[in-house]
Structure formats: C-alpha cells, structure tokens
C-alpha cells in the first residue's frame, strides 16, 4: 500500500470517507493530493487555498470531492502498481515490497 508521503513529500492526512483515504495540500504550488481506498494518489493542480479550506472543512469529504475538485482542475495519477506483487507506490520508482519491478501505470 502507498504510504500517506508521495515523492514531492506533500504530507496526506487520513480523513474519514468510503473513497477517499487522506488529503494534503502544497500551497505554494497549489497542488491538492487525494489519495483514495484502493492506494493510488492523484494530484490536482492550479487548487486556491479557500478551495483546499473549503475542502478540509467539509463534512463529507466524498461529497466535496465529487462537487467541487473532481473534473475541474488538470489532474495526473501519481502512482503505479507492480505488476510482480500488486504492491502500490510512486510511479517510476522500484517497488518498495518485492523489489522486483517498477511502479507502473496501469
């Protein structure tokens, strides 16, 4: 499983949601980072800070989500899966558990 630090050490923290696993948030390059249940952590940018307090304010974090950050800003997928063990990580990177393949997208 992915840890809640991705590779540009944009700090997640776990939130309480049935999709979404942990937030985090780089003000100075405006970047959010969701990471959902399954482990995988996409990476949306160009968010204004009232967008991310709105975000960390929110009751339902999926409901906010869904409304207000998914589909409206250029999104990329920051991690992989390897293919040897299933193992989920920083795309491009060598797999943490096995060791034996990259992280790569699927």
């Known amino acids: 499983m992915a840890t809640t630090e991705t590779a540009r050490s944009i700090p997640l923290t776990p939130v309480q949601s049935s999709n979404l696993a942990a937030i985090g948030y780089d003000p100075e390059a405006r970047e959010l980072r969701v990471q959902f249940q399954s482990g995988h952590i996409y990476a949306y ?3 204004p800070p009232e ?3 709105q975000f960390q304010a ?6 906010f989500y869904g ?3 998914k589909g409206k800003y250029p999104t990329e997928k920051v991690t992989g899966t390897c293919r040897a063990c299933g193992d989920i990580g920083p795309t ?3 797999c943490t558990d096995c060791g034996v393949e990259y992280y790569r997208q699927s």
């Open 92 to 94: 491009e990177t060598r």
């Open 45 to 47: 940018v160009e968010v």
């Open 58 to 63: 929110a009751e339902s974090k999926g409901r």
């Open 67 to 69: 409304a207000e950050i």
């Open 51 to 53: 967008t991310w307090a």
